[in-house]
């Protein structure tokens, strides 16, 4: 009993400053998942169009490559608090006009790409701000346990979006579900306003905007870990994550699916990442997170392929939720090897960086979306899981990644 109360996972909860950030990070992720599946479907309700599914991620991702570079040096160069205040802000009055707009029964899909670039602008501004102040709330001995508990407040949103998103629908219809949408937007602005990086651990940096840019760079260029990462980073958000977008498609046209069961199968997905989150956070003396990263990222490509042709509900479900055990290693092993291999003045930068990575991978919605469009869903993700496999095993090999344990860190 004494060893539970004294666990990694119990250490950081009872710190005051993280579990506020915590919350955050659950009223966010709960509020962006339910709003990308119940905007989605009501884009296939419209459209049933593979392609413009696809355009509706791309707009979302968009703001990653776009923006994130310079978020990260946002969170280098100002308060924190404010950037995820301003984040929250945005999302209430996006959510707002939304509803506004369903209401009023003028909703058409260009107002849907710009509420999913609005949504993908938000994450973008507040990602490295908040994962950067994970690490000064809770220092670098319990970021692991850390980041395994904002893993896993991270993926609840995967699991209660989708079931609200479908409860719902079905109960209400879109308006219901769009105005229970803006009022968790509504709670997460006011937990913002209650989050507290401590102050004396933001930087103030005169360096020009392209110096810090240049420097960045620089630094990631030279670190064979970071850039590693980096690499597989991009493929997976390109060729792997992007068919989980494909999950309430694949529920609607090919397993025939109400909105209830398609939504049940992302929350699936989420439940697998919060199982394997909990485990994480648990755990003690990690220190081959690049071997761990592979492992993630080798086993999700190959569930994505055997999900791609199953007819079968419960392996589905079954499938998915494997799948999410693979994505909490790597997502929790990604921030891990970000921040622990970076000095604590280049986190923010790198963070952005590595922000700039993902949605760089993730503009392949639109790929996908085009061959889904000409061959199916099926064929289309499993050929992009296919050369995800084909470019990532090599880098096992010929990378420092997997044979390299933090207490080493020499590149």
């Known amino acids: 009993m004494q060893s539970l109360l004294n666990s990694p996972t119990l250490e950081v909860l009872r710190m005051p400053k993280y579990r506020m950030i915590w919350y955050f990070g659950v009223l966010t992720e709960i509020g ?25 991620f791309f707009a979302n991702n968009l703001p990653r490559p776009v923006f994130s570079i310079f978020t990260g040096l946002i969170a280098d160069r100002f308060d924190r608090n404010k950037i995820l205040w ?17 209401y009023a029964e003028s909703i058409v899909p260009f107002y849907i790409f710009i509420a999913s670039w609005i949504n993908g602008s938000c994450r973008a501004i507040e990602d490295p701000a908040r994962r950067t102040g994970v690490l000064d709330i809770v ?8 980041l395994g508990i904002d893993n896993f407040s991270q993926v609840s949103g995967k699991i209660l979006g989708p079931l609200i998103g479908g409860a719902m629908l079905g109960w209400q219809g879109f308006k219901g579900a769009y105005i229970t949408i803006a009022l968790i937007h509504l709670a997460t602005l006011i937990v913002s306003a209650r989050i ?8 103030t940096n005169t360096e020009s905007v392209a ?56 929350s699936s997905h989420g439940t697998g990442q919060a ?13 081959r997170y690049g071997l761990w990263f592979f492992i993630g990222s ?3 490509l ?22 999410g055990l693979g994505l909490s290693l790597f997502a929790t092993m990604q921030s891990t090897i970000a921040m622990l291999y970076t000095p604590s003045d280049m986190r923010g930068r790198v963070m952005g960086l590595l922000s700039f990575c993902i949605g760089t991978g993730h503009l392949f919605a639109l790929v996908i979306g085009w061959l889904a469009e000409i061959m199916g869903t099926p064929s289309a993700l499993s050929i992009s899981a296919g050369a995800g496999l084909i470019l990532i095993v090599p880098t096992l090999f010929v990378s420092p990644l997997a044979k390299r344990n933090y207490h080493d860190k020499t590149q």
Do not use: C, D, H
């Open 32 to 56: 962006r998942q339910m709003e990308l599946l119940v905007l989605g479907w009501l884009l296939l309700e419209l459209t049933n169009s593979p392609l413009q599914f696809g355009v509706f």
């Open 86 to 102: 301003i984040g929250a802000l945005i999302n209430v009055i996006s959510g707002i006009v939304v509803f506004a707009l369903i």
């Open 139 to 146: 220092g670098e001995r319990r970021i692991v346990n850390a």
């Open 196 to 203: 507290s990086i401590p102050k004396q651990l933001l930087k």
């Open 211 to 266: 110096k810090s840019l240049k420097s960045g760079l620089k630094y990631v260029s030279t670190n064979r870990m970071i850039l590693a990462m980096f690499y597989i980073t991009v493929l997976m958000n390109g060729l792997a994550f992007e068919a989980f977008n494909f999950i309430p498609e694949i529920g609607k046209n090919y397993l025939f699916l109400s909105p209830f069961l398609a939504f049940f199968l992302v």
């Open 275 to 287: 199982v394997g989150a909990l485990l994480i956070s648990l755990t003690r003396n990690i220190n």
């Open 298 to 300: 080798i086993s999700i």
């Open 302 to 323: 190959i569930v994505i392929i055997m999900f791609s042709w199953s007819k079968v509900y419960v392996l589905s479900l079954t499938l998915l939720f494997i799948s």
